[in-house]
C-alpha cells in the first residue's frame, strides 16, 4: 500500500499535463501512486499518459468518455490503495519537496488525518506571481490541532483547495464529488469529509504550485455558478442536522460566505437580470431555509422577497461585518473575564 495516492482528472490538458506529471516524478519521497483519469480528452492527453505509464508502474490511466472532473475524480477515487488521498489539477506542478514536506510532518503526528500546506501561484509560463498566506509562512512551525473547527477557522476559512491537502481515506469512506455540480464542487466534498475529522497539521511550507491564468469571462460568476453556490449552502444547511464533528460556527460561517457571494453577484446585474435569476433559481426560498438564526427582521425579508432587494443585500453585508466585530470582541471579554 503507498502512502498517498495522487488521483489527476485530466481533459484537454496536452499543454501541462508532461510538467504536472514530470513533476511527481522528480519528488524526493518515493512512495506514491498516481491515478490519471482522462476524461474523454481530444487532444493529445491520453497519448503523453500512456507514454508514462509504459515506463513508471506506479502510474495509472484511466480512460473514460467525458462525464466531467467530479466524476473523473470519483473514479480515482474508488481504484485508489493509498493511506492518504492528493489531488492535484493537470495544469499545476508540485515543487520538488511537496511530498517529503508532507510525509515528515506526518511522521511528526502519525494519527493526523489531514494535513495542509500552502501555494505559490504561477502564470502560464512558470513563473511566480505571488506566495500565499506570507505572514504564516515566516513561522515555519508545524501545527497539530484535534479540533477541525479550530482548523477551518485559522487555516482554511474560504481557501477550499483540495491540492493543498493529503486526507486519510478512511475518512473519506464512501463520500464521493456531486456528479454535475461545476463550481465548488470541492467545498461540498471536503465539508462533508471534515465531519469525520478530528486530528489536523498544518505546514506552513509551499507545497504546490497552482497555475493563474488571467481572468476571463469563464472565471466569473454566472447563473450556473450561483446555482452551485445555492446548492452547497443547501448542503451545508442539511449537515447541521448531523453535524458530527462539525459546530454550528464553522457551518453558519461556510453559509453565509455562499450568500454572502451569491448577494455581490446580484448586486452587479440589472433589476430585471437580478430579478429573473431569483425567481428561477428560487433564491427566496433558499435563503429563508438557510438563514435562519433571527440576524434579519420581517421588514429585511420583506425587501427581499418583493422590491428593495439591493437594501436587503446591503443590509445583509453591513451585519456580517458587525457581526465579525462583535464576535472578536465577545471572544476579548471571554479572556479577560477568564484572567480575572
Not at 184 to 208: G, H, K, W
Not at 265 to 281: A, F, G, N, P, V
Request: proline share 2%; net charge positive.
Amino acid at each position: 500500500m503507498p502512502v498517498v495516492s495522487i488521483i489527476i482528472p485530466a481533459y484537454n490538458a496536452s499543454r501541462f499535463i508532461r510538467q504536472c506529471i514530470e513533476s511527481i516524478l522528480n519528488q524526493d519521497f518515493l512512495d506514491w501512486e498516481l491515478i490519471i483519469i482522462d476524461d474523454g480528452s481530444t487532444d493529445d492527453t491520453k497519448m503523453i499518459c500512456e507514454e508514462y505509464v509504459s515506463i513508471n508502474r506506479k502510474i495509472r490511466l484511466i480512460s473514460q468518455k467525458n462525464q466531467g472532473v467530479s466524476v473523473a475524480r470519483n473514479k480515482g477515487l474508488c481504484i485508489s490503495s493509498g493511506e492518504f488521498i492528493m489531488f492535484i489539477d493537470a495544469d499545476d506542478l508540485l515543487p520538488c519537496h511537496s511530498l517529503r514536506i508532507f510525509h515528515e510532518a506526518l511522521k511528526l503526528h502519525p494519527s493526523t488525518d489531514i494535513l495542509r500546506g500552502e501555494f505559490d501561484a504561477i502564470d502560464i509560463s512558470g513563473n511566480k506571481i505571488f506566495t500565499s498566506n506570507k505572514k504564516v509562512l515566516n513561522k515555519k512551525r508545524i501545527h497539530s490541532i484535534d479540533d477541525i473547527n479550530k482548523f477551518y477557522s485559522r487555516y482554511i476559512k474560504t481557501e477550499y483547495f483540495l491540492w493543498l491537502m493529503w486526507i486519510r481515506k478512511p475518512c473519506i469512506n464512501d463520500i464521493l464529488f456531486k456528479e454535475g455540480q461545476i463550481y465548488m464542487e470541492d467545498a461540498r466534498f471536503l465539508f462533508a469529509v471534515m465531519r469525520n475529522i478530528r486530528s489536523c497539521v498544518y505546514i506552513p511550507q509551499v507545497t504546490y504550485s497552482y497555475r493563474k491564468y488571467p481572468e476571463a469571462a469563464s472565471s466569473l460568476l454566472n447563473e450556473k455558478k450561483i446555482e452551485d453556490i445555492a446548492s452547497l449552502s443547501l448542503f451545508l444547511n442539511e449537515l447541521r442536522n448531523e453535524p458530527k464533528n462539525l459546530d454550528s460556527n464553522t457551518l453558519s460561517h461556510a453559509i453565509n460566505n455562499c450568500w454572502n457571494l451569491i448577494f455581490n453577484y446580484l448586486l452587479t446585474i440589472s433589476t430585471t437580470q437580478r430579478t429573473t435569476i431569483i425567481k428561477k433559481l428560487d433564491l427566496q426560498d433558499k435563503v429563508m431555509k438557510c438563514i435562519s438564526d433571527n440576524r434579519f427582521g420581517s421588514s429585511d425579508m420583506n425587501d427581499f422577497i418583493h422590491k428593495d432587494v439591493d437594501t436587503f443585500i446591503s443590509n445583509y453585508i453591513k451585519r456580517q461585518k458587525h457581526r465579525r466585530i462583535w464576535d472578536k470582541a465577545s471572544k476579548l471579554l471571554s479572556y479577560l473575564k477568564a484572567r480575572l
